[in-house]
């Protein structure tokens, strides 16, 4: 069975940083792509950035520069490396699996 358990999220001030992390098990991690989705409230799904099974990334335009993706194989664990946050980037943070399995979601908040 697929699982994925996201972690990290927290309230954080303008301009902070965070790491979110997603615990994968049940598949053969190093093999897939991975993604992280958020969801603000209110709004639609974004997605936010995708790491292959090679390591090669990809973000969602406006995050560039801000976030990056990466995985750690040996643990079957993704990350998200948030920076220079925005009150916009407030949403639940998901970790996915080929937009088929997904996280129950880490809810970050960027206030003051």
């Known amino acids: 069975e697929v699982q994925l358990v996201e972690s990290g999220g927290a309230l954080v001030q303008p301009g902070g940083s965070l790491r979110l992390s997603c615990a994968a098990s049940g598949f053969a991690f190093s093999g897939y792509a991975m993604s992280w989705v958020r969801q603000a409230p209110g709004k639609r799904p974004e997605w936010v950035s995708i790491?292959?099974?090679?390591?090669?990334?990809t973000y969602t335009e406006s995050l560039k520069g801000r976030f990056r993706i990466s995985r750690d194989n040996a643990k079957n664990t993704l990350y998200l490396q948030m920076s220079s946050l925005k009150p916009e980037d407030t949403a639940v943070y998901y970790c996915t699996q080929a937009l088929t399995h997904w996280g129950q979601g880490t809810p970050v908040t960027v206030s003051s």
């Open positions: 790491i292959r099974g090679d390591g090669t990334t």
